[in-house]
Structures are given as C-alpha cells and as structure tokens.
C-alpha cells in the first residue's frame, strides 16, 4: 500500500529524470555534435504530459489547490460544510469527464502519428483517461479524510456507488452525458458566453478550487449551447501541454529548488551582506539584493519567498531590525522574481499570447532593476527614521572570500541570460541548462547534493508545476469558450465606449488588476483575466511585449495585497510571524512598487527599447 500511496513520485519523479536527460542529450547534440536529435522534442513534450498529468494527481491527493478562500472563511461552520461539500462534487464530476473525454480523444487520436517518434498520437492523449483513474483514486483517499474530520456531509461510499452507477451507464450507453444538453429545455443564446462567466464567478468565490471550477464552467457552456462540440473542443486539455516552450516552467521551478537545497541561495545571500550589510539600512538592501540575484535563477517570487526568505528574517533579526520591516522587504522585494529573466510568469505569458519569450525576457529586465532600485530607496528612508544601526562593514579580505564562496553561483544568471539573448538556447534549453549547473554546483562544487535529494526535488518540481499544469489545461478549455462567444471583443468594445486613447485602456486594466490581485492569486488571475484582455489591447495597438510585463508588474502588487496575498502568507509562514505583521511591514513598500508600475504605464519605451534594439 505504501507503495501505491508513492506511486506519482516514483512514476512521476523517474519521468521527470528521463526528460531532462533527453533534454540534456538535445542540447549536447545540437551545441557540441552539430547534429540535432529530431526526436527529443517530442518526446519531452510527451513525457512532459504525463509528468503534468501525475502533478495533478499529487495535488488533489495533498489538496494543493489554487483557490479563492478569502469569502469562505467568513461562512458559518455549517455553511462551510455544506459548500465545501459541493466543491467535492464538483471536483469529482470534473475528475469523471476528464477520464471519459480523454477516453474518446485517445481513440480518435490513434490514427495520428507523432512524426518524429514514428508512434500514435493516441500515446499523448492517453494520459487522461490512465492518470484520471488515479486521479479519482486520489480524491476518495483524500476524501476520506475530509469525511473523518467531519469536514464534508456524504458519506465517501456515495460516491463510489455513485462512481460504479456512472461507469456502467457509460459501458451501457457511450453517450450517456448526452442528458446534460441542458439546451433541450432552456437556450440562453446570446448571453450564453456571461451566464457562464457568472456560473465561473459563483464557484471560484464559494472556494472551489481555479482550475476545477474553470472545467465545470466551460462543461456548463456546452450543456447549454452545443454539447456535441465539446467532444471537440476538449483536445484543449491535451494540446495545451503539447508546447516546447512550457517546458521550460518544471526546469526553472527545479533549478529553484537545487539553488535552495544545495546552498547556493546561503552563498548569494553572504556576498551581497559582505558587499552592502554596513549602510544604512543594509541588511534591507542585502535582502534586495539578494532577491535581484537569486531572480536570475528561479523565475519566481514564491521560490525566492520561500527560499531565501527564512534566511534573510533571521540574519536582519541577528541585527535588531523589528519583525515587520524584516516580513515587509522579504516580500516585497520577492516581486522581482517574475520580472527579472528568467521569469515562469514571462513564459506562461508568452504562451498565452504567442509573443518570443526572450523578448519578454529582455523587457522584464529594466523595470526589474527599476523596482529594485525604488525598494532600496524606500528601505533607506523606513530604516534611518526607525534608527537601525548598521551591520559591521567585512574587510576588504571577507569580501574577496564571499565572492569565492558564491563565484560559481553568480554565473548562473549569466550562463542562464548569456545564452538566451546569444542565440545558443532557447528559453526551455536555458532552464535546463540552468537545472544541469545547479546539480553540477550541488554535487561535486559544494558536495550538498546527492542522487536521493536530486530524485525528491524533481518530484517536488513535479508536484509545483502540476499547480500550473491544472490551470493551463483548463483555462485552455475555458479559452474555447470565451473565443466562441467573442468576449473579449465584447470587453473591447465597453473598453472603447469609456476610453479616448490606449493609454486610458491601460490605466483602466490596471485599475482592473489592482482591484482584481487583491481577491485572486497572481497565477489563477494570469490564467483567468489576460486571455480576454490581451485581444483588447491588441486591438488598441498596444505593444503585446510590454503588455507583459506591466500586467505582470501589477500582479506582483497583487501578491503583496491582502486578503488574498501569497507572499504574504509564504513569508508569515518562513519567518514564524504573524500575516498582520508581514502586511504592515510591507506597506511602505507597496509606495515605490506602485510608482514603478505607474511610470512604466506612462512611457512605455523604457520597457520596448531594449528588446527592440537587440532583437529588432
């Protein structure tokens, strides 16, 4: 039994290792022999299927849910019951569609061929139906556990009987959902596309969970329009994944991982207070600067929340700085994560909207220093009036043998962006690349990394990128519906009735995003709000380069805002203090960031200008 209960990580995490080996044979093969493996592309992108698939499963069975709980929490425990047992259901009617449409998708897929591979097509799309078994395994153990605690009302037997009732309709009547076609009896026509935004809204605000609560919409749409398009229609929930440059996402999640599990994040943490910790404010500035370097690597403000944060709170605690201003910074400064390359938010943004990721890479890159630059001024002014005394200036010596000490880590950004904008790598190879050197670095330059370690980093990378897979695959889905249904013209066109100029539309979506971040995480709000405004600001000629990286700008502001702010949560939790004192600390903060935003929206050639003039 413990075996089955480790079934994703061991499936999953040797996956995982086999995909980046083929990547790494890739890149040797292209770089060093000349002689490009035609194959290895697709076979990433079909391991990469399954890995994401087990991801998902791992995260019901942990209940790793993005979700929106901030008016949940306000019910009353028995109201609580009751909705959270509806979520339940939800999540166990989506579990039994993904397993019957990739059912019918497999089967019409093997006709295909995978013309590398020389395989069916039908192998990729198998995925779901054989994982959403386990899928659905997953959600009766954690189910079960839910029951025990008295969490939800059914008992878990009800929904096996209702679970074996279901299968033998199926077996019985291949078409049984056909009595779903709600259209029979009622037609919302031209309204259709908003009731089911409103039905979306419902779910996500009564706490189901993003990416489940976006499948049941969309189910929703076609019950009420057409339901034999979604047999169509849910290729989505495959062909999503089936994008060369997603998998850059798992790699620089893992390189992430490496950097804090193999001290490398200690080293860079050591060079920069050797370098700045004696100024005034300086274990602030530290922290800052910290982030902006460890952002060369992970992509992610979670990652530098979570892996830096437990060391910079204590070492500006070591130095009498009060718990706010130590949550404060730590979260603040862990917003230039995404903006600085590589970034997992330019990426999935630019798989969103079809723009080159290392054009939004270079963009990302002035308003990252920018943003640093502002935190450090404002971090000057809160120190000196709360008259912290400054850290013992390090010897010229000490600063000579912390930048040994870190020397190898601080070529990873270099290595990481070098490549990129050299035209050696693609995005998805620099991630790699970067994942390769974090394990060269843990295992035979600093000796903290082992094959064991390795192997449970890769699974927890697994176990984080099914967060995203989860929402790209249904937000995809979802997409179908919001394209047939011209919404985001529609959007436009409200847009345009109000605003005489692009820089009016602008002020209006971050208006939007600012409102919108303080309810909905980043993620979720990325997969969920840009799809349908991307078209709008296309259609009022605004650059779709910059357009990423303000929107991303705005929602790391999001993350800093509660009630639904996760750096937040993340630095409260690594550094044992309370949420209230992180939100007060960070409150100072949320001024420079804020007037960052504001400038780049205002002369949007500071951002354009450098990708501009190296990519033309």
């Keep these: ?18 995909m980046f ?22 076979l990433s992108s079909l391991i990469f299927t399954y890995v994401g698939m087990l991801g998902i499963s791992m995260g019901i069975r942990s209940q790793q849910h993005v979700l929106i709980d901030f008016l949940f929490t306000r019910f009353s425990p028995k109201v609580q019951k009751v909705v959270f047992t509806l979520t339940q ?22 006709i295909f061929e995978l013309v590398s591979l020389k395989i069916s097509a039908g192998w990729m799309y198998l995925a779901l139906p054989i994982v959403s078994i386990l899928m659905m395994i997953r959600f009766f153990q954690a189910y079960k556990e839910n029951y025990d605690n008295k969490r939800v009302l059914i008992s878990p037997y009800v929904f096996l009987v209702a679970l074996v009732v279901i299968i033998g309709l199926i077996v019985y009547d291949p078409k049984v959902f056909k009595v779903l076609r709600l259209s029979n009896y009622y037609k919302f026509g031209e309204i259709s596309g908003f009731v089911t935004i409103a039905v979306w809204l419902v779910m996500i605000f009564a706490g189901v969970p993003v990416g489940w609560s976006l499948m049941a919409a969309t189910i929703f749409y076609f019950a009420v329009t057409r339901w034999n398009v979604l047999y169509f229609a849910s290729a989505k929930l495959v062909d999503s994944l089936n994008s060369f440059s997603l998998l850059s996402v798992p790699f620089f999640v893992l390189t992430g991982i490496l950097m804090n599990g193999s001290g490398i994040t200690e080293r860079i943490f050591n060079f920069a207070k050797a370098l700045l910790g004696h100024y005034t404010g300086g274990m602030g500035h530290v922290n800052v600067a910290a982030s902006l370097i460890f952002s060369g690597m992970s992509g992610s403000a979670i990652a530098d929340a979570g892996g830096l944060g437990q060391l910079e709170i204590k070492a500006m605690r070591d130095e009498g700085y009060d718990d706010d201003i130590c949550g404060g910074i730590t979260a603040a400064s862990c ?22 990721i290392a054009k939004l890479f270079l963009a990302g890159f002035v308003p990252g220093v920018l943003t640093t630059i502002a935190l450090m001024i404002m971090n000057y ?9 400054k850290a013992k200036k390090a010897t010229f010596k000490e600063q000579v043998e912390a930048f040994k000490k870190s020397f190898w880590a601080l070529l990873t950004p270099f290595i990481i962006i070098g490549g990129i904008f050299s035209g050696l790598f693609t995005p998805t190879e620099a991630a790699v690349i970067a994942a390769l050197y974090s394990v060269f670095l843990g ?53 345009m009735t109000y605003a005489s100029s692009p820089l009016t539309v602008l002020v209006m979506i971050n208006l939007l995003l600012l409102f919108l971040g303080m309810f909905i995480d980043a993620l979720a709000l990325q997969f969920l709000v840009l799809p349908m405004l991307i078209p709008v600001a296309e259609q009022v000629g605004i650059d779709l380069v910059f357009f990423g990286v303000m929107t991303t700008l705005n929602m790391m502001i999001g993350i800093l805002t509660p009630p639904m702010g996760m750096a937040l949560f993340v630095v409260a939790q690594v550094g044992k203090m309370s949420v209230s004192t992180v939100t007060k600390g960070v409150i100072p903060f949320l001024l420079p960031i804020f007037l960052t935003l504001v400038f780049i929206t205002v002369f949007p050639g500071i951002i354009t200008f450098l990708p501009n003039l190296i990519m033309g």
């Design 1 to 18: 039994m413990k075996v089955f209960d480790k079934l994703e990580e061991w499936v999953g995490g040797t996956l995982f290792v086999i």
């Design 381 to 389: 002014f809160v120190c000196k009036k709360r008259g912290y005394r």
């Design 335 to 356: 917003i230039i994560g995404p903006l600085v390359p590589p970034s997992i938010s330019m990426i999935v943004y630019g798989v969103i909207a079809n723009q080159s």
């Design 443 to 495: 295992a035979f330059i600093y000796k903290e990394l082992t094959i064991k370690s390795f192997f449970q980093h890769c699974v927890e990378a697994m176990a984080i990128s099914g967060v995203t897979v989860l929402m790209i695959i249904t937000v995809t889905f979802f997409g179908d519906m919001i394209a047939r249904e011209q919404i985001a013209m529609k959007i436009a066109e409200v847009f």
């Design 21 to 42: 080996i083929v990547l790494v044979m890739q890149i040797t093969a292209r770089q060093v022999l000349g002689t490009p493996l035609m194959w290895s592309e697709e």
């Design 89 to 110: 259901i939800i999540i166990f009617v989506c579990i039994i569609f993904m397993g019957y449409l990739g059912n019918l998708l497999y089967q019409k897929k093997w």
